[in-house]
């Protein structure tokens, strides 16, 4: 029977070849009608048999252009029309142009055989693309999204390119990005000196590799530094000039296979190393010959080949697996100017593999792990960014988040789409702050975001909180601020969609909370409206604030003194001990913290050894790669050390003190570091079941957030044990639990809030 149906879909269907691949699935299905743009999306009308009709359906649904995203598919049936010979795609007006940007996407497989094709008019060019793939985000400077409007317009397209542009059933469709070597971009190699060396760059830069040395490779969304990472020399030699000597390195290899040979990889595992984000993903190394200078962890971050360049890299002879670590200043963004690199390069890098393509929008390279078939991102950046989260029925429009600090991070609002920003960085550094403030101001624009009203974190000395503040002043816009802890819970709730009361454990480093102290290891109670903090645990003393931070050792000897025990036992020369222990004693300059990564800090300190740290999260890391190869505990086992808690005014908090007293035990009966790191993380895990049983006995949903849940030990051993207590759990999937993901959970307090009867501003900041 003849049909006819009428379709609008909503989400990334713009400017990634959704027009010429409904064009080619009509045809192939034999209906007739048309498609074209609308400012919501796309809008079909096909007609046909009832068969074709439903394969069509079918193809839709389950094959989709690959950039593409569908969001919402919506159908009616029509009255058959029988007058139509064709299908057809219908012209848009620019006004209704897309509002949307997708991603940037890893070289899809039409691309790469045509690379590696000799007879290919693109064979071995490092700028090759197509409507399902290449270089987005990165290169678009304002919307809709034409070509002129990207980077690409310095360059003409030459007729042969012109003509695949202008065919509707070429692959290159509308590929704003589409080049070739008569007409698009090229590479060239430039030797330490700067000076631009003859030959083939890619064969220069193989070449450099193979023999050792480190070379800058710029990418899509910023500059790599590379060496060959099975050579311990290379390696050593770029952590030395780099001046990074402990911080594992991300490696990308030349393919699977070469994955496989040095990691364990899950099914999980695979589909994100070889989906189009191409991110870097934490994966278990195998016991196989790579130099220890690439990781003090079993845990390595990988990733695959995601441009032209990357796959002409590992052509031929060259090493099957590279060091593939970002190029910046210490501790500002990755570098993304030809001449900013050859600047603060000199020095590190033997050569630069470079291109005449600006970036015009930096993007990091995005890491994440595969946690009990969830997401876990350390970082959500490159090939996710700037694509939205989307909450149908809800109305975020004009809301600003502004995020935390150390991972800053914001997040705009438009109807129900929350874009959020790709990686930042650290605000504390200049340039990042920098860095973060242009990132808003492009996202502002692209999307055409006015804010309504501002929501910042609670903390009056983030920057993000000042760039809040100023900006409210400028525009006499309204501020909402969120305590720290309330928008991790929230974060995680709105990952998960949840609308209701939760329990929130949220274990993170530092952040202010509601008594004005450090808080970090939190029991909360509440929803996007209000919380109550219900159990904590014992605070840390921090002698000397941020200088504990970074001398770990300070934390290893508060612990100590707080349990009673020797000060001895801590990492530190006497002379600072004798110090930190006047400090102690009489309580000066030592703030508390009630916070689970200081915790971790001052337990890596005394199982270790450790005092200086040389970068965030070292501690914690270096407990958890202790642990790593310890099984998995018994799911009703008891506490490895002893639970005790007590009540502080409405607060039950978990006395540390016997686990100290413990550790420390175990550590002078020379029981194994690992055994101990294993007990220590278990321990917390029973403390957080203990805490929930008596905390949440209505057993309302329970959700982990804050940078803690980025350590897998606690991650799962949490979630196992609360799970077979019959108590629901949610964990992150589409943010970060850590700081980064904060900027969503301000969204949604925010839009919960209705600025102009907030409380904030009666008070005053
Ligand atoms: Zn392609
Ligand atoms: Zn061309
Ligand atoms: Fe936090």
């Known amino acids: 029977m003849r049909q006819r149906i009428y379709l609008k879909i909503r989400g990334i269907v713009q400017g990634v070849g959704f027009r010429p691949y409904l064009h080619r699935t009509a045809n192939a299905c034999h209906l007739v009608g048309w498609a074209k743009n609308t400012s919501g999306g796309v809008e079909v009308q096909a007609e046909g048999e009832e068969t074709d009709i439903k394969a069509f359906l079918e193809c839709l649904t389950s094959s989709p252009p690959p950039m593409s995203c569908i969001e919402d598919l919506w159908t009616k049936n029509m009255e058959p029309l029988n007058r139509e010979k064709e299908f057809v795609i219908q012209k848009s007006s620019k006004r209704l142009e897309a509002t949307l940007i997708a991603p940037d996407i890893a070289t899809c497989k039409d691309c790469e055989k045509e690379l590696f094709t000799p007879s290919d008019r693109r064979y071995q060019y490092p700028f090759i693309n197509c409507t399902n793939c290449g270089p987005r985000f990165t290169i678009i400077r304002d ?166 360049v990357h796959l002409l890299l590992f052509a031929q002879d060259s090493p099957g697996l590279l060091v593939m670590t970002s190029a910046n200043r210490s501790g500002c963004p990755v570098l993304t100017d030809n001449d900013q690199a050859a600047d603060v390069l000199s020095g ?19 890491v994440v792990m595969a946690v009990d078939g969830k997401k876990c991102f350390l970082r959500r950046s490159r090939g996710y960014a700037p694509a939205p989260l989307i909450f149908h029925d809800r109305d975020f429009s004009g809301i600003c988040a502004m995020g935390a600090e150390q991972k800053g991070s914001f997040a705009l609002g438009r109807d129900g789409h929350v874009f959020l920003s790709p990686h930042i960085g650290d605000l504390k550094n200049m340039e990042t702050f920098d860095h973060y403030q242009t990132m808003l101001d492009t996202y502002m624009r692209l999307f055409k975001i006015t804010p309504k009203f501002l929501v910042c974190d609670r903390h009056p000395d983030y920057f993000s909180t000042q760039a809040a503040r100023e900006m409210c002043e400028k525009k006499g816009l309204p501020l909402i601020r969120v305590w720290h802890h309330h928008a991790h819970m929230a974060s995680c709730m709105a990952d998960n969609g949840l609308n209701t009361k939760v329990f929130g454990i949220i274990w993170d480093g530092t952040g202010l909370g509601d008594d004005h102290t450090i808080w970090g290891g939190e029991f909360l109670e509440g929803d996007y409206e209000s919380f109550r903090r219900v ?41 600072k001990l004798k110090a930190v222990s006047v400090m102690l004693d009489h309580h000066i300059a030592c703030p508390n913290a009630s916070s689970m990564g200081r915790l971790f800090d001052g337990a890596a300190s005394l199982l270790l050894g450790l005092n200086q740290i040389t970068f965030d999260g070292e501690g914690a890391m270096k407990v958890e790669a202790l642990a790593e190869d310890v099984p998995v505990f018994h799911k009703d086992s008891r506490p490895p050390y002893p639970v005790t808690f007590y009540m502080d005014q409405q607060v039950r908090r978990f006395d540390i003190r016997p686990l100290i007293r413990a550790v420390v035990s175990d550590i002078e009966q020379h029981i194994s570091g690992p055994v101990i790191a294993g007990r220590f993380m278990e321990t917390l895990c029973h403390m957080a079941l203990l805490q929930t049983r008596a905390l949440n006995s209505r057993h309302l949903p329970v959700v982990l957030s804050g940078g803690v849940f980025q350590n897998r030990f606690l991650l799962c051993g949490i979630k196992q044990l609360l799970t077979l207590h019959g108590f629901t759990v949610y964990t992150h999937d589409r943010v970060s639990p850590g700081d980064e993901g904060v900027s969503l959970g301000q969204l949604f307090i925010g839009a919960n809030a209705r600025p102009g009867m907030e409380p904030a501003k009666k008070e005053g900041i």
Request: charged share 30%.
């Open 143 to 308: 919307l809709p999204y034409d070509r002129d409007k990207t980077v690409m317009s310095e360059f003409h397209m030459c007729p042969q390119c012109q003509k695949e542009y202008e065919d509707i059933t070429d692959r290159r469709y509308h590929a704003q990005p589409d080049c070739c070597p008569e007409c698009g971009p090229r590479v060239f190699f430039l030797d330490a000196a700067g000076r631009s060396v003859l030959g083939d760059p890619l064969t220069t830069a193989r070449h450099y590799l193979s023999h050792g040395r480190i070379i800058a490779v710029k990418g899509i969304g910023g500059i790599h530094l590379a060496c060959d990472a099975f050579d311990p020399q290379a390696v050593e030699r770029l952590r030395a000039r780099k001046h990074r000597p402990e911080k594992p390195l991300a490696l990308m290899a030349a393919s699977m296979d070469e994955v496989r040979k040095i990691c364990l990889v899950s099914r999980d595992e695979e589909r994100l190393l070889t989906g189009s984000a191409r991110p870097i993903v934490l994966l278990k190394r195998k016991d196989a010959a790579l130099p220890r200078g690439i990781s003090f962890s079993r845990r390595i971050g990988v990733m695959l080949p995601y441009t032209p």
């Open 348 to 366: 590190i890098a033997d050569g630069y593999l470079l291109n005449n393509r600006p970036i015009e929008n930096r993007c990091d390279d995005s």
């Open 535 to 575: 159990g904590s645990i014992r605070p840390i003393p921090l002698p000397g604030a941020d200088q504990a931070i970074r001398e770990i050792g300070r934390i290893g000897a508060a612990l100590l003194w707080d349990a009673g025990l020797k000060l001895q036992a801590a990492p530190l020369p006497e002379e």
